[in-house]
């Protein structure tokens, strides 16, 4: 699907909790074409001097009214401009972007393992799948888990873990990774979230003979190719048996069993 730029003026844009926050815009052309996984390149209007975007994963998209949601933490300079945003500010959209997840299967379950705000790029793949859904979601505090309330409104069987157990298993999310692959037959796995954690992923589905779909942390400049600023090194069926592959054009989502953790 070619990606479009659209104007899209903020509807709502709401603290949810902590420093983390959901903005709602009108954005009619890329909420009715987006994928599970895919992130918008957004421009804030007061760094329109600025070349570079900044990307977002969609969180979630309704093509019958337009609407397009992200949720966003805030971390520096950018994000605290677009927090203090009201209704009607057009933010400039790039979208839909990369290359997303794939839906589950019929017959298997979605394994879903999010970590703080990357369960937004999840969300989409969830209310999609035509099966059981299983959402393991971890953070550092309760603070950090998101979305708890909208993954079991979707009928998931949603799993929670945090550093300090102030909510739900205390420990780290892959934890419950080993214990829901236990309890699954045939799994669907896919994860969204820090690199360490989508590395522990890579490594726990790797013993089991299993693979999985990771959307990779990785930092972009233009989004759309061009400047190779987010390139990643995959095995790959040539002479070498790698690739250097660029994570905006063929990712952020890839293949787990491909993704070389410790070769830049
Ligand atoms: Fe420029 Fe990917 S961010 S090529």
Request: charged share 20%; with cysteine.
């Amino acid at each position: 699907m070619t990606p479009c730029q659209e104007k899209a003026p903020i509807l709502r844009n709401q603290r949810l909790q902590g420093s983390y926050y959901r903005v709602d815009l009108r954005a009619e052309q890329i909420a009715a074409t987006v994928a599970p996984g895919q992130f918008v390149h957004v421009q804030l209007p007061a760094f329109e001097h600025h070349v570079l975007r900044r990307p977002f994963s969609v969180f979630n998209a309704e093509p019958a009214t337009g609407t397009l949601s992200l949720i966003y933490k805030t971390v520096g300079e950018g994000t605290a401009h677009l927090s203090g945003l009201g209704a009607g500010v057009g933010l400039d959209l790039l979208g839909p972007l990369g290359h997303g997840y794939s839906v589950p299967p019929p017959g298997q379950t979605a394994v879903v393992v999010a970590g703080g705000y990357g369960c937004a790029a999840t969300y989409l793949l969830v209310r999609r799948s035509p099966g059981p859904c299983i959402v393991l979601l971890g953070g550092r505090t309760a603070e950090d888990l998101l979305l708890v309330d909208e993954f079991t409104a979707l009928g998931a069987d949603v799993r929670l873990a945090t550093d300090d157990g102030s909510r739900g298993h205390r420990g780290v999310v892959t934890d419950l990774l080993e214990a829901a692959l236990e309890q699954t037959a045939n799994p669907f796995v896919v994860a969204c979230g820090p690199n360490p954690m989508l590395k522990a992923v890579c490594r726990l589905v790797d013993r089991r003979g299993l693979d999985a779909e990771v959307s990779l942390d990785h930092a972009m400049c233009c989004g759309v190719g061009a400047c190779f600023a987010c390139v990643v090194k995959l095995t790959a069926d040539n002479a070498d048996g790698w690739e250097y592959v660029r994570t905006c054009k063929s990712g952020p989502v890839f293949p787990a069993r491909l993704v070389r953790w410790d070769e830049g």
